[in-house]
């Protein structure tokens, strides 16, 4: 299916693509006609421009790929601009190809697409594995478990190899506060023993900062 608000343009890509044996089953020049007719011939790749008048490519790719988890979105736009880009693989493109690739390269670009691989215009797919990165991480950060304040100093002396009863004298703290600290440490983490508390604390750098100068407090 191809989606595009040009007709000549439209229905030039739909030709070039039929000349080379693809079925082409549809096309749409807007997203609403995008989303209605998707939802009948259910096709295998959507050929879709971003630039679709009142209603973006990037909303109409939302919601196909979200009703109609077999399809495949390739996005063929005039834009390069990279919010365009993590914009439309964030709602659920499967690859993105600017408007200047050959008639080749975007047939070879449909092939993949149907079969499943990612696609992008060369330059754009470093691009996209960085913003993945990015968000990888951040949803780790956002998965780390929240330790207080007392939590942390305590368990940074554990990385450091000290013993509740050292830890507490460090801390002016009674034995049976560390030891509470320290239980619940390991289940905030997940963890079964001070060995494996020591081992999450060295790998994640507390060993290596410099101790808390308070004394005292919050316990």
Do not use: C
Not at 159 to 184: D, F, M, P, W, Y
């Amino acid at each position: 299916m191809v989606v595009d608000d040009h007709p000549m343009w439209r229905d030039g890509v739909a030709r070039d693509l039929g000349e080379r044996g693809f079925a082409v089953r549809a096309t749409a020049g807007d997203a609403e006609a995008a989303v209605r007719i998707a939802g009948t011939v259910r096709p295998d790749v959507v050929l879709m421009d971003l630039n679709l008048g009142t209603v973006s490519g990037v909303a109409a790719i939302r919601e196909i790929t979200g009703a109609l988890p077999g399809t495949r979105v390739l996005v063929l736009s005039a834009s390069g601009e990279h919010a365009d880009v993590l914009e439309a693989v964030k709602a659920g493109a499967s690859g993105y190809l600017v408007k200047s690739a050959s008639v080749e390269e975007l047939v070879q670009a449909v092939r993949r697409t149907a079969s499943g691989d990612a696609v992008f215009t060369p330059g754009l797919a470093g691009l996209v594995l960085g913003e993945y990165r990015r968000m990888a991480a951040e949803s780790r950060a956002d998965d780390e478990p929240s330790l207080t304040q007392r939590e942390t100093e305590v368990l940074r002396l554990v990385a450091k190899g000290l013993t509740a009863r050292q830890i507490a004298t460090r801390l002016t703290l009674s034995h049976r506060t560390v030891e509470n600290h320290v239980q619940s440490t390991l289940r905030k983490l997940q963890l079964h023993n001070r060995v494996e508390l020591a081992r999450y604390a060295i790998e994640h750098g507390l060993d290596e900062q410099p101790e808390s100068s308070s004394r005292g407090g919050p316990q």
